[in-house]
């Protein structure tokens, strides 16, 4: 970026310094006017060749929407903008800088296919009628269910739709799923048996509102940064309470007035036991529950065994700590409960979220501004990705397949009867290849060689299939395994909308054209589709919207030209645009209107420490990478923080183990084994290590187990046990000094603005805020 | 059955000059440069010709020779030493213009402001310029005598 902007900004060195002294010795007689002039002059010619494009942030959930600016194909900056409706003028690291892999080398610019042991460059219509052929003959030997798709929660939700359409309307079958079941499946489905929608039940100003957070198996400050300044400012400078429970104490953690430790996988037995002793006390919101949720009774009695005497034997939390939390969340006016990955990669994952949701609905905290359940959405768009239909057992807008009622519309939108048996999902695919049913498989963007859990496994299993399509931006290590690959685009290079995690669909525009020989994904699905001899005639992807505002009811009022600027849409959204921002105001979204509380019981998490594998294995972000890295790795800025993955070991089992900052390590497991280095941390307690799932070779998925929650088929990958090996080598610590977790944050409560506000002196400004800046 | 394969991407092409040429062209042509720049080159033999026309006849020659000429002398006056007097020019300008329109100055009043020191010192670098340039011109008459005498040699 630097050095591209300005006319002269790119000059060399000696150039630029010299002319700078001569506008410095200018200076002293010509006044600064004419340099103003210049200056001015000089940026309205900027103004021509710089193009600013608003767009959407493809990396967290927090969905923060921002102009890019780009002069050529060059990115120049991402500059924020007030009206943003998630972020205002913030962004994080990733967002800000993350840009360099859509430039990358790396990206693939022609379709290849597999020849002979090796890959061959072809045209896109050779490839195309290559991939319909394929799959087309394999429908025809082995039936529709023989083929099955995996969408991206990368791309938009008008290619999402496409992926689900191509699935069902042309193959015939249901067989079709996105990340959300290696995330936050279970948060979908613990909250459609308590509450209706699958999905936060209020917007992040909700969250910023409410008296107290609980946040439950989420490092926010790393996983979704911006919404976590929100809440620290929240906490700093107007007193909100917040609760943290997380296995290391990390930043959010240290910001929180009570954080609880419990022991590896044991959240639900805390939550059930708070939930038990706030019916005990009678503090629970009667009034809320008798106007408008059911089985409290079932609920009551479901609880017994969640006594304080239980859940501190079995979480390693003190009674009176319990009673605290208890205390905290019944005595509140409004709660809001935020939980993530480490709540939901557990074989109980989906159990737990069903006891976050209804420790919830006992203390009234649903459906009045400050409250409500808030699952957070890891990717930008896996929220859309579910909502428009890329499920195995959903057609968008949460149509459930088997139900003749629900399919009606969209076999009358689409001409033709579809299948109403639920299909494969990510998890039930891999297993389907193992056993020989499922032949064939077309990937759109993701990385499932790498983030599936026991990926070895799954590598081993794509070998197999009689046909495998790949549709990304990367030769990724899911690529490795294709018979086809097709170059799709990032989200800089098309239009189309994203959901983030409060349901806000929002637009990104085309900021680069694609790159030569790409194409935007919804273009390939479409032309794909004409391949196969299926008319879709969508001329952009606002066609698309188009068509899927006019079958489901929940999206009947999106559109593009609501969607300009900084506008979006929370959906629900009525057909005159009138979206939900606050979900459940008037009534839960179920049969009656009402909530139920749904019972549930606690598993023991599996893979546990043995004698062999003596320490708990957990895995989660870094700030500076996304996911498994694939575009970060590939972003200079972020790579210089960190470059690889490493190993954290609490200070006194490193010291047993006669272990140092750097050393390298072999890390092992019952399903593999990774080579890595040591960073010596006391946010993890004795017995206990942790690994970032962002990697360039040494995956945590190489050491995590095919276990999986049994209602929604999320795997357990936070229940892991390991031993580490000392390997007699050290390098340099694999975090440099230079990134902030060696820096020292500013112990300033604030900058204590009120205080300026309340002079008799001051004077609002005349434009409110800063508009993010001019050129 | 696919066994993992590898493969390396061939980069796609880098924007080269002829793409900023491109853009640049597009850019003349919506700014209306490029029309302008038509019109100037289509007719350059009428426009240039008649620009050396100007250039070339008594008055252009002066407006060259004059302007070479006071580049030199500037270049060689250190700019700091100008700027005293090229600001008083400019304040004084401005306070003489206060004065358009009102009855002239009586000449007790014209003396009175003789006796201003400032104004003193600036009367004196006028004379001091004057004496220079005044050595100048005999200078130039100087060499113009010499010159002639080689001339007349020649
Ligand atoms: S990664 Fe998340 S928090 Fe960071 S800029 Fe992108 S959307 Fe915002």
Redesign the interface.
């Known amino acids: 970026m630097i050095g591209e902007a300005g006319h002269f900004t790119g000059a060399p060195k000696p150039v630029l310094r010299k002319s700078i002294d001569l506008v410095k010795y200018a200076e ?2 010509t006044g600064l006017g004419p340099l103003f002039a210049t200056s001015k002059a000089e940026a309205a010619m900027r103004d ?2 710089i193009k600013r494009t608003k767009t959407v942030c493809t990396y967290c959930g927090v969905g923060c929407a921002f102009e890019v600016w780009t002069k ?2 060059h990115i120049l900056k991402v500059q924020p903008h007030k009206d943003a409706p998630a972020n205002g003028i913030s962004t994080c690291v990733k967002g800000k800088f993350g840009w360099d892999f859509v430039n990358s ?6 379709p ?1 296919i ?1 020849r002979d ?3 061959d ?1 072809v045209e896109w219509d050779e490839a195309l009628e290559y991939t319909a052929k394929r799959l087309r003959a394999i429908v025809d030997e082995h039936g529709p269910d023989s083929v099955a798709f995996i969408s991206s929660s990368k791309i938009t939700n008008e290619e999402c739709y496409l992926v689900q359409k191509l699935a069902r309307a042309v193959f015939g079958t249901n067989n079709v799923d996105n990340c959300a079941r290696y995330c936050q499946s279970p948060a979908s489905k613990g909250l459609s048996r308590t509450v209706g929608y699958g999905a936060d039940a209020g917007s992040m100003d909700d969250i910023t509102k409410a008296e107290l957070v609980f946040i439950v198996g989420s490092n926010t400050a790393v996983s979704h940064p911006v919404l976590a300044a929100r809440i620290k400012r929240q906490v700093k400078v107007h007193g909100q309470r917040l609760i943290v429970s997380d296995l290391r104490s990390h930043e959010m953690a240290d910001r929180a007035q009570i954080f609880l430790q419990p022991n590896p996988g044991t959240d639900l037995v805390w939550i059930n036991a708070v939930a038990k002793y706030i019916l005990d006390q009678g503090w629970e919101d009667r009034d809320f529950i008798e106007r408008r949720v059911k089985d409290l009774e079932k609920y009551r009695d479901s609880l017994q065994k969640f006594t304080l005497e239980f859940a501190a034997a079995r979480t390693g939390l003190t009674k009176e700590t319990l009673k605290q939390v208890a205390k905290e969340i019944a005595s509140a006016k409004t709660v809001c409960g935020l939980w993530a990955m480490g709540v939901t990669q557990h074989m109980g994952g989906t159990d737990c979220c069903t006891a976050i949701s209804n420790l919830l609905l006992l203390t009234g905290n649903f459906g009045k501004p400050g409250t409500g359940a808030y699952p957070l959405r890891g990717h930008n768009n896996v929220q859309g990705s579910c909502d428009f239909g890329a499920l195995y057992n959903y057609l968008p807008g949460y149509a459930s397949v088997g139900s003749d009622e629900a399919r009606k519309p969209f076999e009358d939108a689409w001409g033709m009867k579809l299948p109403s048996a639920k299909g494969l999902n990510n998890k039930t695919m891999i297993d389907a290849i193992e056993e020989g049913t499922l032949k064939a498989l077309y990937v759109v963007g993701e990385e499932l060689a790498l983030v599936d859990s026991n990926a070895r496994r799954v ?1 081993e299993q ?5 046909f ?1 399509a790949v549709q990304e931006i ?2 990724s290590t899911t ?5 086809v ?1 097709l170059p799709g685009t990032p989200s800089l290079e098309k239009e189309g909308t994203f959901v983030n995690t409060e349901r806000r669909v929002q637009l990104l525009n085309e900021a680069l054209p694609p ?3 790409c194409r935007p994904d919804w273009k390939i699905l479409r032309d794909l589709a004409r391949h196969l001899g299926h008319d879709w005639n969508y001329e952009s992807p606002s066609d698309i919207m188009d068509e899927v505002a006019g079958i489901v009811p929940e999206f009947a009022g999106i559109r593009y030209d609501r969607l300009k600027g900084y506008n979006s849409l929370c959906w629900p959204v009525d057909k005159d645009g009138n979206d939900t921002p606050l979900l459940y105001e008037e009534k839960f979204h179920t049969a009656d209107g009402k909530a139920a509380f749904f019972p549930v019981d606690f598993a023991e998490p599996v893979n546990q420490p043995d004698e062999e594998y003596p320490q708990h294995l957990n895995n989660g972000r870094v700030l500076e990478h996304f996911h498994e890295g694939n575009m970060t790795f590939r972003v200079k800025g972020c790579v210089e923080k960190i470059h690889e993955a490493f190993v954290e070991m609490n200070p006194a089992d490193a010291n047993e183990q006669g272990l140092e900052e750097g050393d390298w390590v072999e890390v092992r497991s019952p399903f593999g084994k990774v080579t890595t280095q040591i960073v010596v941390s006391d946010s993890l307690r004795s017995g206990e290590l942790y690994m970032p799932i962002c990697s360039t070779e040494q995956r945590v998925n190489h050491l995590t187990s095919t276990k999986a929650d049994p209602v929604v088929d999320t795997p357990a990958y936070k229940e892991m046990s390991a031993s580490v090996k000392k390997l007699g080598r050290r390098s340099a610590s694999p975090i440099p000094k230079s990134n902030p977790r060696n820096g020292k944050p500013t112990p300033l409560r604030s900058v204590r603005v009120e205080d300026k506000w309340r002079r008799d002196d001051y004077h609002d400004p005349e434009t409110s805020r800063p508009d993010g800046g001019n050129v | ?13 880098k ?1 080269t000059a002829r ?2 040429l491109e ?1 640049l062209i597009e ?1 003349l042509s919506e ?1 209306g440069t490029l029309r302008a720049l038509q019109g100037f080159t289509g007719q350059f033999a009428g426009v240039s010709g008649a620009a050396l026309e100007h250039l070339t006849g008594p008055a252009g020659r002066r407006l060259i020779g004059s302007v070479a000429l006071l580049a030199e002398v500037l270049s060689n006056v250190p ?2 030493k100008l ?1 005293g007097v090229a600001s008083g020019f400019g304040k004084g300008t401005e306070r003489a213009s206060e004065m358009l329109g009102k009855e002239p100055p009586g000449t007790l009043q014209v003396l009175k402001l003789a006796r201003d020191p400032d104004v003193r010192r600036a009367m004196a670098s006028i004379l001091i310029i004057l004496k220079s340039i005044g050595e100048g011109l005999g200078e130039g008459d100087r060499s113009r005598g010499q010159q002639d005498g080689i001339a007349t040699s020649l």
């Open positions: 002293t007689f021509e060749t050529g194909r080398d790396e990206r693939l610019v022609n290849i597999r042991g090796k890959f460059m590598q794509l070998e197999k299939l009689e495998f990367f030769f690529a490795r395994f294709a018979d690959v790159l030569k020989g | 059955m696919a066994e993992e394969l590898s493969y390396t991407t061939e980069p796609a092409p924007p793409d900023e853009g850019t700014s700019a700091e700027e």
